[in-house]
């Protein structure tokens, strides 16, 4: 299943950082620590599926581009692919840096 967090939750579940799969389909320059960086496209599913077998780990997908509907699609395919808890997130770039926590 897939569920669509706020904010709120997002930052939340950041700083706890237990049981979470983190992937960043920004595209960004800069990386993250614990944070997987990905592009979404037909490799998608596969080079996922192939790092994470445990389907009932939590997942949590995401996009600081604002208005970006990859989180949601990603979450899909995970979902179809038979994983229990995909959780995404799309933050705009007024959202500070990952790690140094968010305004």
Do not use: W
Request: no cysteine; charged share 25%; aromatic share 14%.
């Amino acid at each position: 299943m897939k569920y669509e967090i706020p904010r709120e939750a997002f930052k939340q579940r950041l700083e706890d950082r237990m049981n979470f799969i983190f992937v960043d389909l920004s595209n960004a320059q800069v990386k993250y620590e614990n944070i997987e960086t990905l592009t979404y496209g037909p490799q998608f599913k596969t080079e996922f599926a192939a790092k994470h077998t445990n389907k009932s780990q939590n997942v949590l997908i995401f996009s600081m581009k604002k208005g970006d509907e990859a989180p949601s699609h990603a979450a899909d395919d995970l979902s179809a692919l038979g994983y229990q808890f995909v959780y995404y997130y799309v933050g705009s770039a007024d959202d500070n840096v990952l790690d140094k926590g968010m305004n």
